[in-house]
Structures are given as C-alpha cells and as structure tokens.
C-alpha cells in the first residue's frame, strides 16, 4: 500500500501535467486559429465548424485524460475508456454528417453554376 508521501507525490505530478496539458492545448487552439484564418476557407461557416470540431475533440481528450488519471482500479479505466469511446464515434459521426451536407451543397451548387 502507498503511503501519505508517495500519495502526495503522485497528485502533485498529475496536477503538474494537468497543468502543461493545459498550456499545450492552449498553444495548440492559437496555433490552430492562426492557421485556419491563413486557409482560402478561412472566413467561412466551413471553417467555423472545422474549427469548433477540433475544438471539442481535443477538450474531450484532454477531459478524458483527466478522469483516466483518477481512475483508481482497472475496472473504472475501462468504463471511462468506454464511455470516451462512445462518446466520440458519436460526435464524429455528428460531425462527419455536418462536413458532408455542407460539402453536398457546395457540390450541388457548384454543379448548377456550370450548367
């Protein structure tokens, strides 16, 4: 059994990583800004939604990273790790449903532009 040192030792290392975790994602999401303003798309409802899906995956990942570090037996890391998974083919296939209507429309009209 871990003692009271170790114990604090271990918390005070997640909340160190939380913490750069945080920065990380911080630096990632004004990178990623910066680069989609910089694409042809870049001011468009297309860009938007692209923007706002990283957005929310990368805010899942990092939540779920959160609760799988206080998982405290096997048992509740597979039920987070389900839960995750669930959770994110759900969101892409909302997602991908999204990205492809919008592409279908801009497919559509474009098709009726050269006839």
């Not at 597979?78 to 669930?86: A, C, L, P, S």
């Amino acid at each position: 059994m871990a003692d009271k040192d170790s114990l604090t030792g271990i918390e005070q290392s997640v909340d160190q990583i939380s913490k750069q975790t945080t920065g990380a994602m911080e630096n990632y999401f004004g990178w990623l800004q910066k680069t989609m303003s910089t694409l042809p798309w870049s001011n468009t409802n297309l860009n938007r939604i692209l923007l706002n899906n990283a957005t929310q995956n990368v805010t899942a990942t990092f939540a779920f990273m959160h609760k799988l570090a206080q998982a405290k037996n096997l048992e509740e890391v597979v039920k987070i790790q389900t839960e995750f998974m669930n959770a994110q083919l759900s969101s892409l296939n909302d997602q991908a449903k999204v990205i492809g209507e919008i592409y279908t429309g801009a497919a559509t009209a474009a098709a009726k532009r050269s006839t």
